[in-house]
């Protein structure tokens, strides 16, 4: 067993596909297959359940996952920690910044995405984490990152300090064949026809957006178990930051409610109290900038 095989295993557990594992990965179908079919036989266990859907995790599975995330979190911070302190020995000026999102479909390409704008804005390097508000939290106290960003203001007993940059709209996503996908204009009563997810995951996000959204929906998740039925057998639709320009959502159509009807969310850089370092400050300045210059052109 590596992590190799845990990565592939956790990416197509949380996605329901081996071609958006792959995908998500960079590397072939081929890739994850093998490396999944090693993973069971070293096993002798049976993960997934295939069908023509997608994959769907077996009892031995399901428990092997909690596992498997942890140990995924785990790594990825060690990782996180050993190039941080490595720049810093070095005397790097590395921007280590820390984004509270959970694991979706591409992550990947939006932290790599938020790397390059941020580089090309500040012409300084940068190294994006994902992680929860908890775990950012910790990280940000151990001081192995110098800011975390959030959607949604943190909790105020987090003792942190905390900048409010701008804001973003909700955004809702549906199947490529929801009904709704083929409307530019949507309103809540629309919305209301079709179970909603707003995912408890999604921490700062999920505290402005659930007390919002959550007594005008009769149909709210928090979880789902199955994706691929969420999205094509119920015609779900997901609650998310309205970014429709990041290109993160492959099989999904971004569509936005009316002024009225909407609440935006901030964005927010946070950092601890009395401890803001210098590069906190850089980010936080062009942050600061790029989010008014945003604003000023419409977006």
Known sequence: MNMTHITYFVAAATLGSFSLAAQE???????????????????GEELFVRDGRGVSLTPFGSGLLE??????ESFNELKAFAAHEARRRKGSTVID????IPPFCNDAK???????????????????IQCSWEKGLTLLSADKID?????????KSSGCNVSAIGTVPAGLITGPNH????RDDITLEDVAAYPVLIDQR????????YPFYGPKLPDVRLSVDDSDAFHFQELGLVLTPGVPTLGIFPIGVMRFLP?????????????IRGAKSSRCRAFEKFLYASMLNLMSHGV
Do not use: W
């Not at 910044?97 to 509270?100: N, S």
């Not at 390059?116 to 940068?126: I, L």
């Not at 002024?259 to 950092?271: A, D, I, Q």
């Open 147 to 155: 800011a975390l960003v959030t959607l949604g203001a943190p909790p």
């Open 25 to 43: 990965n960079d590397v072939t179908y081929q890739a994850v297959s093998k490396s999944i079919a090693n993973l069971e036989a070293e096993l």
């Open 110 to 128: 939006l932290r790599r995405g938020v790397e390059r704008f941020v580089q090309t804005g500040m012409e300084r390097d940068v190294h994006v």
């Open 179 to 182: 009904p709704l996908a083929a």
């Open 67 to 72: 596992k498997a995330v942890e140990v995924k």
């Open 97 to 100: 910044i820390g984004l509270c």
């Open 259 to 271: 002024e009225l009807e909407t609440k935006k969310v901030p964005l927010c850089v946070v950092s």
């Open 202 to 209: 999604f921490d700062c996000f999920f505290d402005e957006m």
